[in-house]
């Protein structure tokens, strides 16, 4: 069973920065791609970034490409997120998930191509 736990969420002002981790418990081996999604209130959750399982490769949505960077440490099995130039419309819960498949390219963008979940990291940008 693989656990997935976000941390590092907060409050912070426009044009401050977050990082995000997020720490996968319960492989010893992991051949499987990383994403981070978010979710706003009252709509749906949608994707942010990817990071293939070698960490060789990575996907953004365009509404973060050049503010936010994705990295993992596979020595820890720990996923982050670093978000730079934050704006209110970052405002959401964040969540990271494991994808389905092992080995994708790739990397997949979309919620059903992912499995296990963690619970969500709150991150809230003021104006």
């Known amino acids: 069973q693989v656990q997935l736990v976000e941390s590092g969420g907060g409050l912070v002002q426009t044009g401050g920065s977050l990082r995000l981790s997020c720490a996968a418990a319960?492989?010893?081996?992991?051949?499987?791609?990383m994403g981070w999604f978010r979710q706003a209130p009252g709509k749906e959750r949608v994707f942010v970034a990817a990071?293939?399982?070698?960490?060789?490769?990575?996907h953004y949505a365009e509404s973060v490409k050049g503010r936010f960077t994705i990295s993992r440490d596979r020595a820890t099995n720990t996923v982050y997120l670093q978000m730079n130039s934050l704006k209110p419309e970052d405002t959401a819960v964040y969540y990271c998930?494991?994808?389905?498949?092992?080995?994708?390219?790739?990397?997949?963008?979309?919620?059903?191509?992912?499995?296990?979940w963690g619970r969500g990291t709150q991150v809230t940008v003021s104006s």
């Open positions: 998930a494991e994808d389905k498949a092992p080995y994708r390219t790739p990397v997949a963008t979309t919620t059903n191509e992912y499995d296990y």
């Open positions: 319960g492989r010893t081996f992991n051949p499987y791609a």
């Open positions: 990071i293939s399982w070698r960490g060789d490769s990575t």
